[in-house]
């Protein structure tokens, strides 16, 4: 069994976005060599998250929209009181999921017709990393 680690850095603009990121983990999967196996991907920070779903803008919005109805950005988290102004990010991280796992076959993702990998970023506009971690032969 082969494995390839590939720690991808990731700088946002805005406070939120969302990063279509598959050309990038194919990318890596054709370096890595592997045609059958997994392929993890995750955010390797608690205000981030992974996921896959379909590559449209108006379904994009509308869960940009869910999240902030379920943990609305606004002062009145008790983890404000540490010092820190994200703790609507910690939240809609939770309700993403901080990782995805897609299985590798013939040397391809093996995703369905219309799904996409993407990079969820909830408290953005500095440094942070994720991580590609492919295993299989």
Not at 12 to 21: A, D, G, L, N
Not at 77 to 95: I, M, P, Q, S, V
Not at 116 to 128: C, L, S
Request: charged letters at 25%.
């Amino acid at each position: 069994m082969k494995s390839h680690t590939y720690y991808h850095w990731v700088n946002t603009r805005k406070k939120r976005e969302f990063i279509r990121i598959t050309d990038l983990v194919e990318e890596q999967l054709a370096e890595s060599g592997i045609s059958e196996g997994l392929c993890l991907v995750s955010a390797m920070h608690i205000t981030a998250g992974v996921y896959i779903n379909d590559a449209e803008n108006g379904l994009i919005a509308d869960i940009e929209e869910w999240l902030e109805k379920l943990a609305p950005q606004g002062p009145d988290y008790r983890h404000h009181k540490t010092g820190e102004t994200n703790g609507d990010a910690h939240l809609k991280n939770l309700l993403i999921g901080h990782e995805v796992i897609v299985p590798i076959t013939a040397g391809k993702l093996d995703l369905g017709p219309w799904q996409q990998i993407y990079y969820a970023e909830f408290d953005g506009q500095r440094r942070k990393r994720l991580i590609i971690k492919i295993i299989g032969d």
